[in-house]
Structure formats: structure tokens, C-alpha cells
């Protein structure tokens, strides 16, 4: 494979791990652009199936590590052995289109921010609800945030090598891809660094989700975002959580999980607390009106009436991984 170029533009650093499924079409994506003055790291995060062989397909550097040591760790990595005044990362289950390079190279090339994220696309690669619903909500999520915004969304997100080290990296301490985006974030802000989303930047998620998987990354974000916020209190971080859900959102997760403790009340003192579980779980319903009705013109009336008890779901999944973030800070662990 060719070495890295002494001198470019941009940097693109893929974190894989375990990624044969996808990271053909990311890579494939990525040699397609428009934009030329680039160069292609790829991070082999310790992956056992055939990622490597795949990458290898491509005349771009691939760094292998000995273990699997986490994205945060393999985003770094690829970072120190890049060549670009600008670093553009994309996840290995991500299509980017045509103009992304473009975009985020004249965003940073004219100084009008030191970092610039995108979104993902309305639409899942996978026709299953857990999928379509992740991606749903991602989208719908997204669109309502400001231009400015503290969550270094790394799916596809792209920063100065300036600001990237004025900030620190990714903090490694993070094993695992769940929240590691939220907390370099929160220092890039903290910093005095501007970070942009340009919402006209929208790339295809190729990931599937399972319910299982749909519901566990709910509770370890939540999880992560209370131990941020611990630590920071606790004077160990300076990166503030910032939150892309809708406070209405924030406000179900509340009403979700009581209305859970009042039906399993109802087992054991009677229907009046059945009653009150319903009434809880129509207030989060209504309070999300608006995403479920995006659910409807997306997805049709059906998808919409599976969605809704996913939703709760989803909902008590999340608080369910406050209380974790919680009890496991309070037991020692920091992350």
C-alpha cells in the first residue's frame, strides 16, 4: 500500500473493528468523493474477521493494533500517523456522499469554525423496526438542534489538527463506541473551539440493530453522560454532557419509568396503580407526539403503532442506565 502522503488537506481516519460487513461501502464511499487532496488512514482496532483482508483492497494506510483497545483509542491513533491540517473522521458503518469531503474541507479551510459534524440520514439501511427507529429518531433528533452544538458527532465529523490537539483527543479511557463522542465534545466547547452542524451533511448508517442492541445503547449512553457529569462535578473533567435528545425526550425518560414502577405497584396493591401507569405512559406518548408523527410519514401508520411501545421502551432503557451511571460511579468506575 502507498504511504501516507507528506502534505494534504484532509485527513480521513476510519476506527474499525470486526467490520467486513460494511467497511467495503464506507471505504468504496470515501474513494468516490469529489474532493481529492486526501488521504485514507484505516485503524484495525483488533478485529478476528476479515476487515483487514478487505482493507487491504484499498490503497489507503491501515494501522493494526494487538488488541482491541476501543474507537477513542484507534480515532487517536490514526490521528498521530496522519499527514492532514484537517482530520475527518468516519465510522466504519458509515456511506458518506459525494460533496462530504468538500464540505467540511471549505467549512475549515475558510475558518469559519474549528469543527463541523453532520447527521445521519432519515432512512436505515435495514427494513426491521430496531433499525429504521434508531435512524428515525437520529435524524429527527438532530434537525432540532442550533447551529452550534457540543456533541462531536464522529460517524462523520471532521476538526483542525489544531483544535484536535488543543482539545486533547478522544479520551481513551473509553473501551468502548458509545459515549466518547459526547465527552470530546464537551471539550472542544470548553476549549473556546467553535463546532458547527451542517445538517446539509447527511450520510447513510449501514448498522442493523436488534431490539436488544437498540435498548443496551440507550442505557450505555445514559449511563456514560451521568458518570461525565459526575466526574465533572468531582473537578476530574472539564467537559461538560451536552444533550442531543429533545427535553421532551428527557422529560418521557421521567414518566416512562414511573409509569414502569406503578405497574409492577399494580401486582402487588391493586389496578388504581395500573390506572396511573397509563396515564403516565399517554403523557410521554404526548409529550413525543411530534417524533411519533415523523415516525407516521416516514414509516406509515403501522411502523408508527409498533413504534410507540418501543419508544417506551427505549425510554425506560435509558433511565434504567442513569441509575447504573449512578451506583457504578458511586462503586469506583469512572467510565
Known amino acids: ?37 486526501f488521504e485514507l488512514v484505516v485503524v484495525d482496532d ?8 478487505i482493507v487491504a483492497g484499498f490503497p489507503c494506510r491501515l494501522v493494526r493494533s494487538g488488541e482491541a483497545r476501543g474507537a477513542a483509542a484507534a480515532r487517536n491513533a490514526g490521528a498521530r500517523v496522519s499527514a492532514g491540517r484537517i482530520l475527518v473522521f468516519v465510522d466504519s458503518d458509515i456511506v458518506i456522499p459525494a460533496d462530504a469531503l468538500g464540505r467540511v474541507a471549505g467549512a475549515l479551510e475558510g475558518g469559519e469554525c474549528d469543527a463541523v459534524v453532520g447527521m445521519l440520514g432519515k432512512d436505515s439501511a435495514h427494513g426491521n423496526l430496531a433499525s429504521f427507529y434508531k435512524n428515525a429518531y437520529m435524524h429527527y433528533t438532530y434537525r432540532m438542534l442550533p447551529p452550534e452544538i457540543g456533541v462531536f458527532y464522529s460517524s462523520i465529523a471532521a476538526i483542525t489538527r489544531a483544535a484536535f490537539l488543543g482539545a486533547g483527543g478522544f479520551n481513551e479511557g473509553y473501551r468502548n463506541a458509545c459515549i466518547e463522542d459526547t465527552e470530546f465534545g464537551g471539550r472542544i466547547r470548553a476549549r473556546g473551539y467553535r463546532m458547527l452542524l451542517d445538517k446539509e451533511l447527511v450520510v447513510r448508517h449501514l448498522r442493523h440493530y436488534s ?30 454532557a451536552h444533550l442531543t435528545s429533545p427535553r421532551s425526550f428527557t422529560a418521557g425518560i421521567a414518566l416512562s419509568m414511573l409509569a414502569c414502577a406503578a405497574a409492577l405497584l399494580s401486582l402487588m396493591a391493586g389496578k388504581a396503580y395500573l390506572a396511573a401507569a397509563l396515564a403516565l405512559a399517554l403523557a410521554s406518548l404526548s409529550l413525543n407526539a411530534g417524533f411519533l408523527a415523523f415516525i407516521a410519514r416516514e414509516g406509515g401508520p403501522a411502523r408508527c403503532a409498533l413504534a410507540i411501545p418501543l419508544l417506551l421502551a ?9 441509575i447504573h451511571g449512578l451506583i457504578s460511579y458511586a462503586r469506583g468506575e469512572r467510565y
Open 1 to 37: 500500500m502507498p504511504p501516507v502522503s507528506e502534505r494534504c488537506t484532509l485527513s480521513v481516519i476510519v476506527p474499525a473493528r470486526d467490520s467486513e460487513a460494511t467497511v467495503g461501502a464506507c471505504l468504496a464511499a470515501v474513494f468516490a468523493s469529489g474532493y481529492r487532496d
Open 211 to 240: 431490539l436488544r442492541e437498540l435498548l443496551a445503547t440507550g442505557f450505555r449512553r445514559t449511563s456514560g453522560i451521568v458518570k461525565i457529569t459526575l466526574r465533572r462535578l468531582a473537578g476530574r473533567s472539564d467537559s461538560p
Open 314 to 322: 427505549d425510554q425506560v432503557a435509558h433511565g434504567l442506565g442513569g
Open 46 to 53: 483488533g478485529s478476528v474477521d476479515g476487515t483487514p483482508g
